[in-house]
């Protein structure tokens, strides 16, 4: 029985630190002088309230679920009392076969736009989509 409890301890360990991660990083490019108020959470992990000026950055980084089980999503308001809402997901580990994925996020008055890996932004959300 001891045995079994060290193999398993080694094999979590091993889980462990080959579990991967990546980054989200969500720009404000509202309009000059517009906040953007931004709450990301996954199933495992909450970062929080933030609001962001004009041309401000947002940014936090995670581990992967080593099953591919890792979905982050996040709410963005925008306007005037912060009424105009987006909640979009940030990244879901099966639909990126690379990991150590950097998500880019653009809020502009336009829309949410994305970029993967340093690919130019294209467009994905508008304000107020359901999902």
């Given at each position: ?85 987006q909640t ?5 580990s099966k ?32 304000w107020g989509?359901?999902?």
């Amino acid at each position: 029985m001891m045995r079994l409890t060290v193999i398993l301890m080694v094999v979590c360990l091993y889980c462990t630190e080959q579990a991967e991660g990546g980054s989200v990083f969500i720009y404000n490019n509202l309009r000059h002088g517009k906040f953007l108020k931004v709450h990301c959470k996954s199933g495992d992990n909450d970062w929080g309230w933030h609001v962001r000026k004009y041309d401000g950055l947002y940014h936090f980084s995670f581990k992967d679920h080593i099953l591919d089980k890792t979905l982050i999503w996040c709410h963005l308001w925008r306007g005037r009392n912060f009424k105009i809402t987006q909640t979009f997901v940030a990244y879901e580990s099966k639909k990126y076969k690379s990991r150590h994925t950097w998500m880019r996020w653009s809020a502009r008055e336009s829309g949410i736009y994305e970029s993967i890996g340093g690919k130019p932004f294209q467009f994905r959300y508008n304000w107020g989509d359901k999902l």
